[in-house]
Structures are given as structure tokens and as C-alpha cells.
């Protein structure tokens, strides 16, 4: 696969890592980055966080400099939307803003097109102020409607919900966030964490609507107010996080097997031999947990990413990584390892209070997972004995005067 043409649909994480990690096992085929953005390949974690709040400049996020991609020798193609992968032929079909249609071809095409946001019905598709974050250009959008805003409402208690709400309350608006379901930070952790988020957030002044559904966003050209179950909250702005879907369509009109994501084996190689796939569109199998598994994860895609560039170099390497994730909230680090679903126990190291303390859940005895919040080697430890499933005293884990080191 040494001289072979590569293509490569997306323009994040694993899109780079792919380019960047195939350049560095020498291979020497030609290098293509298809990305329907105008922007060079960059990272999504701080869109939310210290993008939004104008501390970070673009550029900054940005995975590589363009010298880079020159230096390589890998193309990029800006602002160009594939709109069909013609298998038989091995061709993309795309569109690109300047110059229409064209088509390139491909010996190997690797599909790292993430993920897109779930929307929320609109009878006002076009009103302004109503915002979702998944790209720069949607953070430029929201900057703007910012300017002499007072009140937003975020719809959605997760992460990206969470983490908006951090920087709206430090920029001085007044934030209500509203989530159906029960507690905040439901779907990805555990009634413990989310309490102390919930009773963080408030003491920032943030007012959390939970077990509250949405009934509509009121306005006619620009938002005024957003319907709920419990009434009406005023908004200048609304900005929805309420999940996301992979986005799978191209390789899905192709033939290419997909469920919850595009559906690949243990080296990122899709049911056609020719196209594989990394990121957080990825349904891929996870040795560990013994069942398949799709992550929205950095990680995950610079892992992927690393797994799709040695089977192209026909090294085929499985992919087994224990996932891990983090969310910036105030001065609040929160880090994760693993995934607690199915945990029968968890331990409690450190007081919630200070806000500093750790949750590590059980299963069978073995750890599966943890919760850190601003406990860094608590969390570098627990992945440790997560993949390695180190037997762990219980009592020494619980005493945050014993170390990490001395709890097996």
C-alpha cells in the first residue's frame, strides 16, 4: 500500500491523525483531506469552552499548520461536501464551493466524518438566536448573538450543555438550562456526579430545570422566549445540546454497513476492504467491555486514527483502548476513564465538597470505571488498573491519604 492514492473524508481529530500517522510510517502514496469546512483540520473540545469565551483565536485550534500539510505532501481540499462514494469505481463524487463538481478516485478511502447534532423541532427554522455548537463557524454564530444578550437558555444537561452554561455565567448572562430527563449528566455518569454538578452549577447562579421537556421556542424573527412544561423562560439566545448522530450517510447510500455508526472490525476496516473508518463515527468492537461500542472521544479518534494509518500499511494492528474522556466547567477538570454501565458498586475517594474527589465503580470486583474531578493522578492510575483489571483494596482506595500506588 506504499504508493497507493489515500483518501480521506472529514476534517478532525482522526482525519489529521490518519494523514499525520501514514506520513510517518513512510508511506509514500498520495495524501487527500476532503473537508467540507473552511478551516484546517482542528479539534472540537474547545469550541465550547475556551473558544467561546475568546480565549483561545482560531488558529490556535488547529491540529497541524498549513506548512505542515505542504511539508508532507498532503492535499487539502477546503469547503469541498462529497455527495457520493461510488464503490464500483472507487470515486468520490463531490461539490466544492468555487468550482462545482468534480470527482477524485481512490485506492483507499478512510471515512472520519464524526459526528453531526441531533436537532430540535423548529415551526421557525430560521429564527435567529436559536444556536447549536459542533463547529467554529457555529461558535461565530453564537459570539454574535451574544452582544447585548441577557438571558439564554440551554436546552440539554449534558456535557456540551454544561460546559456553555460555564462560560455564559462568567460572561454575565443569566443561564437556565433545561434537561428532560431526570438529572443532568445522565446518559454518561452516575447520580453522585451529577448532584455535585447540579449543586455547582447553582451556586454559580445557574438555574437547572431537570424532568422539564420543551414544548417550543417562541419568537418571530428572533428568539423571545422557550416554551416549557413548567412555563415560559424569557431567552436572547438558546444554544441546544441534546446529543448527537453519527454521520454515516454517505457511507450508508453506498452499501457500506452501518448501526449507530459505520460499522468496522478490530483495524478499522469497514465490510468494504477498500474504505475504513475512525472517530466518533465508528461502531467498532471493544475487546475490553465484549461488545461494540461507538465514542465521542479525542482519544478514540487519535487511536482510531493510528489503527486506520497501520492497516492501510498493511500491519494491522487491533484496535483495544480503554476510552477515556474530559469536560472543562468552571475550574472544575473533569476526567473519565471507562464506561460504568452495569457497575453493582462504586467507592467514594475525597470529599465532594472540596471539590476534589474521585467515584470508581465495580463490577464482579474488578474496576470498570472512574470519575475524576480535579484528582489528575487518581484518574492516570484508575486507566491503568481499568485495562490491566487490578485487584484493588477497597478500604486503602477510599483513604485519600494512601497513594494511588499503594491501593492494590
Known sequence: MNEKNIVIIGGGQAS?????????????????????????????????????????????????????????????????????????????????????????????????????????PLNNPNLKGVHYLRSIDDVEGIKKSLINAKNMVIIGGGYIGLEVAAVAKKLGLNVTVIEMASRILERVTSPVISSFYHSYHELQGVNILTSTSVDGINGKEKVSSVETSIGSIDADIVVVGIGVLPCQELAEKSGVQTNNGIVVNEFCVSSDKNILSAGDCTLHPSPFYKKDIRLESVHNAIEQGKTVASSIMGEFISYNQIPWFWSDQYDLKFQIAGLNSGYDEYIIRGKPEDSSFSVFYFKDGLMISSDCINSAPEHMMSRRFIFNKTEIDLEKLQDKNISMKEVI
Open 16 to 120: 489529521s491523525q490518519v494523514a499525520t500517522s501514514l506520513r510517518q510510517k513512510n508511506c509514500k502514496g498520495d495524501i487527500t483531506i476532503v473537508s467540507s469546512e473552511a478551516y484546517l483540520p482542528y479539534q472540537r473540545p474547545p469550541l465550547s469552552k475556551k473558544y467561546l469565551s475568546g480565549e483561545l483565536e482560531s488558529e490556535r485550534l488547529y491540529l497541524k499548520p498549513e506548512k505542515f500539510y505542504q511539508d508532507q505532501n498532503i492535499k487539502l481540499m477546503l469547503n469541498s461536501y462529497v455527495e457520493e462514494i461510488d464503490r464500483k469505481n472507487s470515486k468520490l463524487i463531490f461539490s466544492k464551493l468555487e468550482d462545482g463538481e468534480g470527482t477524485i478516485d481512490y485506492d483507499k478511502l478512510v471515512i472520519a466524518t464524526g459526528t453531526s447534532p441531533r436537532l430540535i
